[in-house]
């Protein structure tokens, strides 16, 4: 009968050599479009919000200059406060109207 050696020194496991290097490649990949995405996204929300913004402070100051119209009923008075009165505004969101009209 023969003896059993007994080695008692732990034994590392032989790794191969290198092929595990395209999983974070692709990973990395995968990181940086989701990013880009995400910047993509977030820049596109801050210009809606830009344009939101002035939106809302020409509507403002259309009701505080409506609000600073006279309140007599001549003739002349109404004229004077049509005049002042800019509809720009109007004439922009009638036009977007009969642009999505006509676009259906």
Not at 11 to 38: D, E, H, N, R, Y
Not at 65 to 86: K, P, R, V, Y
């Amino acid at each position: 009968m023969e003896p059993i050696e007994m080695n008692n020194e732990p034994q590392m496991p032989k790794s191969s050599g290198g092929g595990g290097g395209t999983g974070p490649v692709i990973a990395i990949i995968v990181i940086i479009i989701i990013l880009a995405l995400g910047g993509i996204y977030y820049l596109t929300q801050s210009i809606e919000d830009v344009r939101t913004n002035d939106t809302a402070e020409g509507d403002q100051r259309s009701i505080e200059a409506l609000m600073n119209q006279g309140s007599d009923d001549a003739a002349a008075a109404i004229m004077a406060d049509l005049e002042a009165t800019d509809f720009t505004a109007v004439d922009q969101a009638v036009a977007e109207v009969d642009a999505s009209v006509e676009t259906e």
